[in-house]
């Protein structure tokens, strides 16, 4: 599985767009990009993945670029409780077994 | 509640001793996955299972062993407990393993101190 490049931390302010890049430049063309994010020592939780387009949920929208090589995640109006750890994940289809995951970028949204 | 259920809690042990950690994993859910987080570190995969049966395997150390049982709930056996053991031990569940992809539930974690 590829691995995964993020900053160790981020800040955002309270209501503005929190953008979260990742670079995965040896990915492979049937890895997934995940994200999921880690509230204070939590059980990591699920927002988004996606293959080559650009997807949107309730949580949030991930950016890839045309080359793959990286993405970001962005959190359109960035809460106090979104202040977490965030891991961007590249894994093959249907084979999560070895998920690398890095230190991933503590995002503090501040007031 | 993420549906993924782990006990323990919380956990102190001595050093020598041994210790089960039980995960009952999202209904529908056929594979169970075991991880360790150390202070400040990221999640460590130790080991899957699917359906009972091993699939993979992480940097698990020979002391700690694990097994899926029949109704899918899984146990991490910690033994020899050293202090660097110390850690949160999560558990994660998904679906039967499709060629799309493949999302993971976790549970709360449990935490284990070793004095």
């Known amino acids: 599985d590829a691995k995964t490049t993020q900053p160790p931390s981020m800040d955002c302010a309270e209501g503005r767009a929190a953008n979260l890049p990742c670079n995965h430049s040896t990915i492979s063309g049937n890895e997934y990009v995940y994200w999921y994010r880690q509230i204070h020592s939590q059980g990591p939780q699920y927002i988004i993945h996606g293959l080559k387009n650009n997807e949107t949920n309730e949580m949030a929208s991930l950016i890839i670029t045309e080359d793959r090589k990286s993405s970001t995640l962005i959190l359109p109006h960035a809460t106090l409780r979104d202040t977490a750890v965030y891991y961007c994940i590249v894994s093959g289809a249907g084979n999560n077994r070895k998920l690398i995951w890095g230190l991933g970028t503590s995002l503090a949204v501040n007031p | 509640d993420s549906g993924v259920t782990q006990t323990p809690k919380h956990l102190i042990t001595a050093t020598g001793q041994r210790v089960t950690l039980r995960c009952s994993p999202r209904s529908g859910d056929l594979s169970v996955y075991w991880y360790q987080q150390s202070l400040d570190q990221g999640l460590q995969f130790l080991i899957q299972?699917?359906?009972?049966?091993?699939?993979a395997k992480g940097n698990i150390l020979e002391r700690f062993s694990a097994q899926q049982f029949p109704d899918l709930h899984s146990e991490l056996n910690l033994s020899s407990l050293e202090l660097g053991d110390s850690a949160l031990y999560f558990c994660a569940s998904s679906p039967r393993l499709l060629a799309g992809a493949n999302v993971l539930t976790f549970g709360a974690g449990s935490r284990l101190t070793v004095l």
């Open positions: 299972y699917y359906n009972g049966e091993e699939r």
